[in-house]
């Protein structure tokens, strides 16, 4: 009998590890997981490196080399980042040639600090991607307003983009605009378009957390009854958009002069409430074309006893209009939801960032 991970890839799903540190690379645990577990990418954001870097697994030779070197900690930080990100992608980079491109990707993120700052932000891609300098590397851009017109400038000069921190389907509508742009730049300099590619990452169980502490707020039948229905429902439209957005003219001739489609990817699916089921946001949203990035204990749990029933989203696009019309009947402001969620995002992510800069400061001066 084939694993429930091995039952996921033949859905269509690609299963990506949401976590990367030196250790999981020179100890073999990154293969291992390939090998055992079908994990055909990685993806990273400061949160990891953060935990990856503070725990000091591996990082201490290099640091110390940093310090001698006299490297800023924003130097040091670069260094030690796309330092990992490369060895990955090296790693990764038999899954890529399969693949042409699709899979076997190694995600790394701007600064959280650029996220309002559009021209810093395509400047930092840029240099992300020219230091870890190998063809199977996403840069991770947020979705912010800020964010948009620089995931555009970035498709546009040929580097692949991870679009992250998506809430709403309004937001991801504009993504998939910023992303055509960015298509019809690249092809009018003469770019091969089938060398792009790019994910949409579309959080969900944050979803669910914002919104089931509203529910308990509201209380009653009707607000309970809707309880961790947010998070799912909200993908599954995500996909209904994929499907209608790409079926357009303009994204057609694009695909029809080599481009690729961008895919929708699933973050944030490890289960933030224990009574949920462990795999709940991974078995509720498999279709083709689709990548789920999991923690490892999700993957674990997936691996061990997850159920694949095949699609979960394409037959259950009414169920989840109904869904959403039911949190406005009760009182759930959505767009405020999503809005918060954005801002924590940013937010959360800039504490981790200077977490990981305090880290990094001190070390440099120990070493």
């Known amino acids: 009998m084939s694993s429930p991970t091995q039952q996921l890839s033949a859905a269509g799903v690609s299963i990506w590890l949401d976590d990367l540190s030196r250790s999981r690379i020179t100890s073999g645990n990154l293969q291992e997981l390939i090998d055992t577990r079908n994990v055909v990418g990685v993806t990273t954001n400061p949160t990891i490196f953060q935990g990856a870097i503070s725990h000091g697994e591996g990082y201490a030779e290099s640091i110390a080399e940093q310090a001698a070197a006299g490297a800023s900690v924003d130097e040091a930080i670069f260094t030690l980042t796309t330092s990992d990100v490369r060895d990955a992608c ?10 042409t491109g699709r899979d076997g990707r190694v995600s790394i993120e701007v600064s959280p600090d650029l996220a309002h700052d559009t021209d810093a932000t395509i400047a930092q891609a840029r240099s992300l991607y020219d230091a870890v300098d190998r063809p199977n590397v996403l840069i991770k851009i947020p979705a912010t307003k800020a964010g948009l017109p620089a995931i555009t400038e970035t498709i546009g000069s040929g580097i692949s983009v991870n679009v992250t921190l998506i809430f709403s389907l309004e937001r991801y509508s504009e993504v998939i ?23 949409a990452s579309f959080f969900v169980s944050r979803v669910d957390t ?6 308990a707020a509201i209380g009653g039948e009707a607000a309970a009854a809707l309880k961790s ?6 993908a599954r439209l995500a996909y209904e958009l994929l499907e209608r957005r790409f079926a357009e003219d303009g994204a057609t001739a694009l ?27 991974v078995t509720e949203l498999v279709a083709a074309h ?10 674990q749990a997936t691996f061990d006893h997850g159920v694949v029933t095949g699609d979960t989203i394409t037959d259950h696009y009414a169920e989840a209009h109904e869904v959403m019309d039911a949190l ?11 809005q918060r969620l954005e801002d924590e995002g940013v937010e959360k992510f800039i504490a981790s960032w200077h977490d ?3 880290t990094v400061k001190q070390a440099l001066a120990d070493g």
Not at 90 to 99: E, G, K, L, S, V
Not at 292 to 299: A, C, S
């Open 90 to 99: 090296d790693i990764f980079r038999p899954i890529y040639d399969a693949t």
């Open 177 to 199: 605009d910023a992303f055509l742009a960015g298509l019809e730049k690249a092809r009018d300099a003469g770019l091969d378009l089938s060398q792009i590619h790019s994910v």
């Open 210 to 215: 914002e919104v089931d502490k509203r529910l």
């Open 229 to 234: 229905k947010a998070g799912v429902a909200n």
């Open 255 to 281: 695909v029809a002069a080599g481009a690729t489609v961008q895919r929708p990817l699933w973050a944030s699916t490890g289960v933030k409430d224990p009574s949920l089921p462990d795999t709940l946001y």
């Open 290 to 299: 689709t990548v789920n990035t999991m923690p490892e204990k999700t993957l």
């Open 328 to 338: 406005a009947e009760v009182g759930v402001d959505f767009a405020d939801v999503t």
């Open 356 to 358: 990981l800069q305090a």
